[in-house]
């Protein structure tokens, strides 16, 4: 996919952490993008509102995606997050097959991706998504750093 293309997913990614802002939630997006360039699903984080603790934008996304295409992997798509993904939601995105994951923000605190356990790194990770390093790094990052501020001060 493009410059251009990625960005527009991702665009749609941090709507969704919007969306989760907005319900209390951290505002984490994931889009999850088909190759003909479909929205397959959308999600934001929602473990308080669904009393999930596995509800993160990601696992909600894929969740989404697999129901709706009758199969739990998800060979030759593109997931777009707005934070790099925790391990739970590493190791979800390595059994869906995705086959290119494209980040906003990494996270040195909780991230498994490029920091903690580098998930994708470790030999008994059977499947790797292309990582790439996404657009609005900054953004995504922000929205983050403003809800917990916010969050603290209350």
């Not at 991706?113 to 609005?136: A, D, L, M, N, Y």
């Amino acid at each position: 996919m493009t410059d251009a293309v990625d960005e527009n997913f991702m665009k749609l990614a941090l709507a969704e952490a919007r969306r989760a802002a907005a319900s209390g939630e951290a505002p984490v997006g994931a889009v999850l993008a088909g190759d003909d360039g479909t929205v397959l699903a959308a999600a934001g984080n929602a473990p308080i509102m669904e009393h999930d603790p596995t509800a993160h934008a990601e696992i909600r996304a894929l969740r989404m995606a697999a129901r709706d295409l009758g199969n739990y992997r998800l060979p030759n798509t593109t997931l777009y997050v707005t934070l790099e993904p925790c391990a739970m939601c590493a190791g979800a995105i390595s059994h869906g097959r995705i086959a290119r994951l494209v980040i906003a923000a990494s996270d040195p605190k909780g991230g498994a991706v490029w920091h903690g356990p580098k998930f994708f790194e470790q030999p008994t990770c059977h499947w790797r998504p292309e990582v790439i390093e996404g657009p609005f790094a900054e953004e995504a990052g922000q929205l983050l750093k403003d809800f917990f501020k916010a969050r603290r001060s209350t």
